[in-house]
């Protein structure tokens, strides 16, 4: 992904992330399970709890790991990160045998600094380079917005995890080898 200055800012493609500050976008390796599994932890508390009963999404932050490893290991999944200098601060899985987004993260401090958006972008560009035609995300109605600004549309309603959910889905160009 490309790296480039404008002023004070740094953007990753057309998208603004933090000044001054260097992000890489990489695959994730096993390493990352543990930093990851905090960043989802995070994630999870701060996007829920001043909507859901604690105990609707205790098991999510009991176990952060969730499927991380295992999607990781596997092959028809990628799962990328985005890192600073110092720490990951988001993460997005794709399975690439159906389009589904199972999981897409950012660190509570780095939220809405266009993270999720450079990967939501990427996950795009790799699943129209294997020849999908579309990504799916069944994202918890607390999270639905972030993928409406990033054009998928609503299918309907499904759950997350036990928590009311969103069916979303966005129609993705296929790369001209396709």
């Given at each position: 992904?490309?790296m480039?200055?404008?002023g004070?800012?740094?953007y990753?493609?057309?998208?603004k992330?933090r000044p001054?500050?260097?992000?890489?976008?990489?695959t994730a390796?096993?390493?990352?399970v543990?930093?990851?599994?905090?960043?989802?932890g995070?994630?999870?508390?701060?996007?829920?709890?001043?909507v859901?009963?604690?105990?609707?999404?205790?098991?999510?932050?009991?176990d952060?790991r969730?499927?991380?490893?295992?999607?990781?290991?596997?092959d028809?999944?990628t799962v990328?990160v985005a890192?600073?200098?110092?720490?990951?601060?988001?993460y997005?899985v794709?399975?690439e045998?159906?389009?589904?987004?199972?999981?897409?993260?950012?660190?509570?401090?780095?939220?809405g600094?266009?993270?999720?958006?450079v990967?939501?972008?990427?996950l795009?560009?790799?699943?129209?380079?294997?020849g999908?035609t579309?990504?799916?995300?069944?994202?918890?109605?607390?999270?639905?917005?972030?993928?409406?600004?990033?054009?998928f549309?609503?299918?309907g309603?499904?759950?997350?995890?036990?928590?009311?959910?969103?069916r979303?889905?966005?129609?993705?160009?296929?790369?001209p080898?396709n």
């Amino acid at each position: 992904m490309t790296m480039r200055r404008i002023g004070e800012g740094l953007y990753v493609g057309n998208r603004k992330v933090r000044p001054a500050m260097k992000v890489t976008i990489r695959t994730a390796t096993s390493t990352d399970v543990p930093s990851l599994g905090i960043l989802r932890g995070q994630a999870i508390e701060a996007a829920c709890s001043d909507v859901y009963d604690r105990k609707q999404y205790a098991d999510l932050v009991a176990d952060p790991r969730g499927d991380l490893g295992t999607w990781i290991d596997d092959d028809p999944t990628t799962v990328l990160v985005a890192e600073t200098e110092i720490t990951p601060v988001a993460y997005a899985v794709l399975a690439e045998d159906t389009g589904e987004v199972p999981s897409i993260a950012t660190n509570t401090d780095y939220q809405g600094e266009g993270f999720g958006s450079v990967l939501v972008d990427r996950l795009e560009e790799r699943a129209g380079e294997i020849g999908l035609t579309e990504l799916c995300v069944s994202a918890p109605t607390v999270a639905a917005g972030f993928f409406e600004t990033q054009g998928f549309e609503q299918e309907g309603e499904t759950d997350w995890h036990g928590l009311p959910a969103r069916r979303l889905v966005k129609s993705i160009e296929q790369s001209p080898e396709n």
